[in-house]
């Protein structure tokens, strides 16, 4: 496969990332204090406030789809993408969310770039009941490239230790259901970006913002015993559902079980191979969730958990 096809190629290794997190995980786990519960690298951080309740927490940022919303004058969907991506993460710990605090650093500053981001992460934050309650603005000449900007947030909620999900009892036999994305949401825009070149671009098929889980979950933990979640960001499915899951079990996939927006037949077109779909995208499906066979009724299932 040509290099240019490839997140590699383009310039992002996802073995990069995972070896950071790893190089890391010695040095911040000297940090923990008795409140901290669970393990680094989670998809948000739990601490405790008391007997009963648990903070979750977590940070991220759009990435490089800024660039090209940027070209399209869709900058409000990235502020979305921000609030539904941080909101996601801190729901798979069974949490609902608290607020949000978000971070634009760019060259110069523009008003209505800005205005944009916050407004987009604004939407969302109103849909979800978090409060966006402050934020840092910065003007970094020499850091970034002139035009581009940076949207970073960080999302905290209140869990009761009753109602976490730890993934602890997740079990063979469980059944994986999935949950559709609206597309590529916010993950693998560097090679997205690689293939659109200079190239006009169809901003409905590649920008569509992140979907937010938050309602679909809560109604799907009403029903069902929920035992873990994933969300489905940077590495794709399987780079994401195994975080979410105990030792000496794994998932297994029925990759024809759902059919895949449009997008990522046109990433398929651009010669990007089902490999690296599968390891990059999302492909379709934007959360997982994993319960037992009894209650996956007529949900949409994707697959079934086995012995290692």
């Not at 609902?96 to 978000?102: I, S, V, W, Y």
């Not at 490999?275 to 934007?286: D, P, Q, S, Y």
């Not at 997982?288 to 009724?297: E, K, L, N, R, T």
């Not at 949900?299 to 290692?308: D, K, L, P, Q, S």
């Given at each position: 496969?040509?290099?240019?096809?490839?997140?590699?190629?383009?310039?992002?290794?996802?073995?990069?990332?995972?070896?950071?997190?790893?190089?890391?995980?010695?040095?911040?786990?000297?940090?923990?204090?008795?409140?901290?519960?669970?393990?680094?690298?989670?998809?948000a951080?739990?601490?405790?406030?008391?007997?009963?309740?648990?903070?979750?927490?977590?940070?991220?940022?759009v990435?490089?789809?800024?660039?090209?919303?940027?070209?399209?004058?869709?900058?409000?969907?990235?502020?979305?993408?921000?609030?539904?991506?941080?909101?996601?993460?801190?729901?798979?710990?069974?949490a609902?969310?608290?607020?949000?605090?978000?971070y634009?650093?760019?060259?110069?500053?523009?008003?209505?770039?800005?205005?944009?981001?916050?407004e987009?992460?604004?939407e969302?934050?109103?849909?979800?009941?978090?409060?966006?309650?402050?934020?840092?603005?910065?003007?970094?000449?020499?850091?970034?490239?002139?035009?581009?900007?940076?949207?970073?947030?960080?999302?905290?909620g209140?869990?009761?230790?009753?109602?976490?999900?730890d993934g602890?009892r997740?079990?063979?036999?469980?059944?994986?259901?999935?949950?559709?994305?609206?597309?590529?949401?916010?993950?693998g825009?560097?090679?997205?970006?690689r293939?659109?070149?200079?190239?006009?671009?169809?901003?409905?098929?590649?920008?569509?913002?992140?979907?937010?889980?938050?309602?679909?979950v809560?109604?799907?933990?009403?029903?069902?015993?929920?035992?873990?979640?994933?969300?489905?960001?940077?590495?794709?499915?399987?780079?994401?559902?195994?975080?979410?899951?105990?030792?000496?079990?794994?998932?297994?996939l029925?990759?024809s079980?759902?059919?895949?927006?449009?997008?990522?037949?046109?990433?398929?077109?651009?010669?990007?191979?089902e490999?690296?779909?599968?390891?990059?995208?999302?492909?379709?499906?934007?959360m997982?969730?994993?319960?037992?066979?009894?209650?996956?009724?007529d949900?949409?299932?994707?697959?079934?958990?086995?012995?290692?």
């Open positions: 496969m040509s290099g240019e096809r490839t997140y590699a190629g383009a310039g992002v290794s996802l073995a990069t990332a995972a070896g950071v997190v790893e190089r890391l995980r010695a040095a911040v786990s000297t940090t923990a204090t008795p409140a901290v519960v669970g393990a680094f690298g989670g998809f951080g739990l601490y405790a406030l008391d007997e009963s309740r648990l903070l979750a927490a977590s940070t991220d940022g990435g490089s789809k800024l660039v090209l919303a940027r070209r399209a004058g869709r900058l409000r969907w990235c502020g979305a993408d921000l609030a539904a991506h941080c909101i996601n993460d801190v729901l798979t710990t069974g609902e969310p608290l607020f949000l605090l978000d634009v650093a760019a060259n110069a500053i523009e008003l209505e770039q800005v205005a944009e981001l916050v987009g992460a604004v969302v934050c109103r849909e979800a009941g978090c409060a966006l309650i402050g934020g840092e603005t910065a003007e970094l000449p020499g850091i970034y490239r002139e035009e581009e900007l940076d949207f970073v947030g960080t999302c905290v209140i869990v009761d230790r009753r109602d976490l999900i602890s997740v079990e063979p036999g469980d059944v994986v259901l999935g949950l559709p994305s609206a597309g590529i949401h916010a993950n825009f560097t090679l997205v970006r293939l659109v070149g200079d190239d006009d671009f169809d901003a409905e098929l590649l920008l569509p913002p992140t979907r937010l889980y938050l309602d679909e809560r109604a799907l933990r009403a029903r069902a015993d929920v035992r873990a979640l994933a969300h489905v960001t940077g590495g794709g499915i399987m780079g994401n559902l195994p975080r979410a899951l105990p030792a000496g079990i794994r998932a297994e029925d990759w079980a759902w059919e895949r927006p449009p997008v990522f037949h046109w990433l398929a077109e651009q010669g990007v191979e490999e690296e779909l599968r390891r990059v995208f999302n492909c379709g499906i934007g997982c969730a994993v319960v037992p066979a009894s209650d996956a009724g949900e949409f299932a994707i697959g079934r958990i086995v012995a290692a």
